[in-house]
């Protein structure tokens, strides 16, 4: 079974700084899916951003980029000039890729301050 | 709005009764998931359909609970003779064949007291 890990419980940044948030998985699958959501206080979850396994670039998604280093199966999340309203929780994601298996498995989150 | 929406958004019951929760995917989306989420956790996969078939359960999902998506379109999640360890929010996701992103509604916060 696949398992997804987030080590940051919390995290926090002065407003317009960079951070980055970690996350590492285990598989033994070669075609799968990660993804980072976002789940703002009281309110629905919205993907940020998201990485193919066989892609070799890094995803981007204007400020939001990922390092995805698949040999050590790490998919960290960088925020450049953090605003208020990046504040909420962020949760790792991944999905097979072998088609039926369409289930996102989470990690635990980690909580995302923005200090103004 | 076009996006997933649930209903109710808050349910409170005493334990031993019986709950429905509805889930309206995004039109046309032919996957429909539920998750439950237990305070400081990630949400945790229950079940899934695509169209009106049921193709995945968790372990988690126990004999109490019930889905089901009759018409494929909308989705009810019934959780039978409720307990306290029931209490969570449950979360409903919709996605389309082609596209790998499961769109989320903003969930039923379940309290069984």
């Known amino acids: 079974a696949q398992t997804v890990t987030q080590s940051q419980p919390e995290m926090s940044v002065q407003e317009a700084e960079t951070v980055t948030l970690s996350c590492t998985y285990d598989?033994?699958?070669?075609?799968?899916?990660l993804f980072w959501y976002k789940q703002p206080p009281s309110r629905q979850m919205i993907l940020v951003i998201r990485?193919?396994?066989?892609?070799?670039q890094n995803a981007t998604e204007n400020r939001f980029s990922v390092n995805f280093q698949k040999a050590a199966k790490s998919f960290s999340l960088k925020i450049s000039d953090s605003q208020l309203g990046d504040a909420a929780m962020y949760f790792c994601?991944?999905?097979?890729?072998?088609?039926?298996?369409?289930?996102?498995?989470f990690g635990t989150g980690t909580r995302l301050t923005i200090i103004p | 709005d076009t996006g997933v929406s649930q209903d109710p958004r808050h349910k409170i019951t005493k334990r031993g009764q019986n709950v429905t929760f509805r889930c309206d995917p995004i039109?046309?989306?032919?996957?429909l998931y539920w998750y439950r989420q237990t305070l400081g956790q990630g949400p945790e996969f229950l079940t899934y359909?695509?169209?009106?078939?049921?193709?995945?359960k968790s372990r988690l999902l126990s004999d109490r609970f019930s889905a089901e998506r009759p018409k494929g379109s909308f989705s009810t999640l019934e959780i039978q003779r409720t307990e306290q360890g029931d209490s969570a929010m449950y979360l409903c996701?919709?996605?389309?064949?082609?596209?790998?992103?499961?769109?989320f509604g903003p969930g039923t916060r379940l309290t069984v007291l």
């Open positions: 996701a919709s996605s389309l064949r082609t596209v790998n992103e499961q769109f």
């Open positions: 598989t033994s699958e070669s075609d799968y899916y």
């Open positions: 990485q193919e396994a066989y892609k070799q």
């Open positions: 994601a991944y999905r097979s890729g072998r088609g039926g298996n369409e289930k996102l498995t």
């Open positions: 039109s046309e989306h032919n996957r």
């Open positions: 359909f695509q169209n009106e078939a049921q193709l995945e």
